[in-house]
C-alpha cells in the first residue's frame, strides 16, 4: 500500500459499477496501469472533468494492492481542446491511444514512448497533417518496442 505522483496520458475509459469509473493510463513513470476512480460517474464528483479521454493530468495515486490502483487525485496539464473539435484529428488520436494500448503490455515503463506519445498528441493538437503523425507515431512505436524488422 503506497501513494504515489505521476503523469499520464488517459489511454481509454469505462464505467464499472454504479458510480466508479476505471481508466487505463499510460504513465511516464510506471507505464500503463488500471486505476480505478471512485464516484467519478457521480454529477457532484470533482474529479470528473479532468478525467477525460487523452487528457494529459498529474495524478495521485494509491495502491492498495498489486491488481488494484485507485486515483485519489487528478489535475488536468493538457486537454488538446483542438483535437477533441476536429473529428478527422480526433480519430488519428484515438488510433494512436488505442495501439498503446494494445501493443503495451501493463506496467511496462518506457519514457520514451511515454514522450512520443505526448509529442503525436502535441501536433495533433496544432492541427500538423494527422495522417503523416500517425504513420509516424506508429513507426517510431515499433521501433521502440522492438517489433519493425530492421532492413
Same mark, same amino acid.
Given at each position: 500500500? @503506497?501513494?504515489?505522483? $505521476? #503523469?499520464?496520458?488517459? %489511454?481509454?475509459? !469505462?464505467?464499472?459499477?454504479?458510480? &466508479?469509473?476505471?481508466?487505463?493510463?499510460?504513465?511516464?513513470?510506471?507505464?500503463?496501469?488500471?486505476?480505478?476512480?471512485?464516484?467519478?460517474?457521480?454529477?457532484?464528483?470533482?474529479?470528473?472533468?479532468?478525467?477525460?479521454?487523452?487528457?494529459?493530468?498529474?495524478?495521485?495515486?494509491?495502491?492498495?494492492?498489486?491488481? @488494484?490502483?485507485?486515483? $485519489? #487525485?487528478?489535475?488536468? %496539464?493538457?486537454? !488538446?481542446?483542438?483535437?477533441?473539435? &476536429?473529428?478527422?484529428?480526433?480519430?488519428?488520436?484515438?488510433?494512436?491511444?488505442?495501439?498503446?494500448?494494445?501493443?503495451?503490455?501493463?506496467?511496462?515503463?518506457?519514457?520514451?514512448?511515454?514522450?512520443?506519445?505526448?509529442?503525436?498528441?502535441?501536433?495533433?493538437?496544432?492541427?500538423?497533417?494527422?495522417?503523416?503523425?500517425v504513420s509516424a507515431f506508429t513507426?517510431?512505436?515499433?521501433?521502440?518496442?522492438?517489433?519493425?524488422?530492421?532492413?
Open positions: 500500500m @503506497k501513494t504515489f505522483h $505521476t #503523469q499520464g496520458v488517459i %489511454l481509454q475509459k !469505462y464505467d464499472i459499477f454504479e458510480q &466508479d469509473r476505471s481508466y487505463t493510463l499510460f504513465t511516464e513513470s510506471h507505464g500503463k496501469i488500471r486505476a480505478i476512480a471512485k464516484g467519478a460517474r457521480k454529477i457532484t464528483s470533482r474529479r470528473a472533468s479532468h478525467l477525460d479521454f487523452l487528457n494529459l493530468c498529474h495524478f495521485q495515486l494509491y495502491e492498495v494492492n498489486s491488481n @488494484k490502483i485507485l486515483i $485519489t #487525485q487528478c489535475q488536468t %496539464l493538457e486537454s !488538446y481542446q483542438e483535437i477533441k473539435r &476536429d473529428l478527422q484529428f480526433l480519430s488519428a488520436a484515438s488510433y494512436i491511444a488505442e495501439i498503446t494500448n494494445k501493443l503495451i503490455y501493463e506496467h511496462q515503463q518506457n519514457e520514451d514512448i511515454f514522450e512520443l506519445l505526448k509529442n503525436a498528441l502535441r501536433l495533433l493538437n496544432e492541427k500538423q497533417p494527422y495522417t503523416m503523425i513507426t517510431k512505436l515499433l521501433t521502440l518496442l522492438g517489433l519493425l524488422p530492421n532492413f
